[in-house]
């Protein structure tokens, strides 16, 4: 059953990539709404997931740009959270093997996107690696997101039924998340050059 949007689609997909170009704002809600309208037919399902990986690899960007001018105390502020703390170390642990591409599964790491940019940024990695993480991981992200929507609402017929039958699938996704950085961040061991969660935010 085609549902029509309450706005124009050119403006929805505006919004898709306004909203996931917020710094720090949760873009999950918005992707799972534009998902199901998607699947109703009042969107098309690619242009809206470009839109969100556009607006998502903006939004790293700019925390990009200000962990390179305010990195450590920005990292502080985030490691003062035991969320925040667990994801500085959990990127830490990963960024001398994988690089700027660490940011592409920090999207699913509770603050863990924003850690690894801010990281990435304080500590000066050439902004091509971290256009490419970024990039992944937004359109990996991007389409999981409204994926469940658009699945939620084929399966319902409906787009705002859809974004309830998704919800529950999104917060199982970020419950493994975050119980998988909780198990690793209590199995290894602390770096032993380290006293706090990241030299950083020390």
Partial sequence: MIVSLPVAPVAAYAFLLLWSAVPFAPAEPILLMGGAFAGSGGLALPIAIGAATLGSLASDLAKYGLGRAAGPRLLRRLAAKPAGARAV???ENRLGASGPMVIAPAYFVPFGVVAATILCGALRLRLRGVVLGSTVGA????????????????VTGNPWFGVLLALPAAAVIGLLAKRRVVRECTCEPEPEVHTEPCPLAA
């Fill in 89 to 91: 170390r959990w990127i």
């Fill in 139 to 154: 359109l990996v992200w991007a389409t999981i997101y409204l994926g469940l929507g658009y699945l939620g609402a084929t």
